[in-house]
């Protein structure tokens, strides 16, 4: 029999235990804001596990660590329970304490399941949301994420991008038109689209990387869309151009022709102008209803060869925000320049899930998080004349 202590500020953690712990485990204490003896009752350690629901005080708790750490206090047996990443470091203690029933124990098995899987095959799939998806079993991003958590990989993003089209270019999938998957990795963000929001819309997405664009093909054809779907295998910029691409295996979605770190592999891809490819293949600017840019820190340069789109249909646009990668490319002025013709707000949708406003003339400002490329989180652009 395992003995607990629950740390408990708001009642959450009490009541939580009731529905999520087995019923042989030994609750030996509730700590409460008001106890004298919370700090004694924690360093003495006379029990197994310290679990905490509570998702409001991270920051209190995490100042307490710091303490135990420097007094050389082991935290490895204080858990949050509704922090899925701290779970996964901790599987052994889920599945000791959590009835088999609860998501907390599936995902806990999902994640054992993965890497059992990711031992011995060069591909792995899963299904979520009514939707199917073939990845590699190195991807430790998009289908790691899909495969524990059972659901679709940025489907936040994707639903917000949807409503804010509808609220500020009143944009709807009657009738047809297209969704441009510009970056499309293995097609996650597009069929989503397609499946959850318009079914009567064609998707046109571009993919430089060979394994990603031929990912995308199988999901296209498991997903039952080859009739509504163009595949394009080569990526977009401001000029026809052969580039080096360098491949990041563990997470193909980080896969980029600017260069940010080493990489052993590469490979040599295509790029064009999306303007040529819509002009050659006879696309009227009108037909595009939607924009979806994540090209990793290439965006400035693929904006930039799509003038033509941009200044006769500014239609809705989210992309990934790469600040720092703007900055080098040399293009970020002329983006903002070609942006400023039509768009006059975003919104920064974070990488927590919050947001915030912005006029377009902020984007420059913004303050630069250390990561490679700079990246914030991403952004919608909204068109002129939406805001009073």
């Known amino acids: 029999m395992f003995k607990v202590v629950l740390w408990d500020y708001t009642g959450e953690s009490e009541a939580c235990a009731k529905g999520y712990l087995r019923d042989d485990i030994r609750i030996i204490r509730t700590l409460r804001p008001n106890d004298p003896d919370q700090a004694e009752v924690i360093m003495r350690g006379d029990y197994d596990f310290v679990l905490i629901f509570e998702q409001g005080q991270r920051e209190f708790f995490d100042e307490i660590f710091k303490i135990m750490q420097a007094m050389n206090i082991s935290t490895k047996n204080i858990i949050f329970a509704k922090d899925i990443y701290n779970m996964l470091n901790n599987p052994d203690a889920v599945r000791s304490l959590f009835k088999p029933t609860t998501d907390i124990y599936n995902t806990i098995q999902r994640n054992t399941d993965f890497f059992s899987h990711k031992r011995w095959y060069k591909y792995i799939s899963c299904s979520v949301e009514d939707l199917h998806y073939v990845a590699t079993a190195d991807d430790m991003a998009i289908m790691h994420n899909m495969y524990v958590f059972n659901r ?3 489907s936040h993003a994707i639903k917000k991008f949807y409503e804010w089209s509808k609220k500020y270019y009143k944009a709807n999938v009657s009738g047809g038109g297209i969704f441009l998957d510009l970056g499309a990795n293995i097609g996650t ?24 664009f031929k990912l995308l093909r199988i999901n296209t054809i498991l997903n039952d869309m080859e009739d509504k779907v163009t595949l394009v295998n080569c990526g977009l910029g401001n000029k026809f151009d052969e580039m080096t691409m360098y491949i990041e295996t563990s997470n193909p979605g980080y896969n980029s022709v600017i260069k940010f770190a080493d990489r052993n592999l590469t490979e040599t891809v295509k790029i064009i102008p999306l303007d040529a ?9 009108s037909e595009v209803k939607y924009i979806w840019i994540d090209t990793e820190g290439f965006e400035p340069q693929v904006l930039l060869g799509a003038k033509n789109l941009l200044r006769e249909n500014p239609a809705p646009i989210f992309m990934e925000c790469n600040l720092k990668a703007w900055d080098k490319s040399g293009c970020f002025e002329d983006m903002m320049t070609l942006l400023a013709e039509n768009y006059s707000h975003f919104i920064l949708l974070h990488r927590n899930g919050s947001k915030t406003f912005y006029p377009l003339e902020a984007l420059p400002k913004l303050e630069r ?20």
């Open 369 to 388: 998080p250390n990561n490679p490329f700079g990246q914030i989180g991403d952004i919608f652009l909204i068109r002129k004349g939406t805001i009073d």
């Open 152 to 154: 679709s990989f940025a």
């Open 189 to 212: 963000t597009g069929l989503y689209f397609l499946k959850k929001f318009a079914p009567d819309m064609k998707l046109l997405a571009f993919e430089p990387d060979a394994e990603n």
């Open 277 to 285: 490819y819509l002009a050659e293949n006879k696309i009227a600017a």
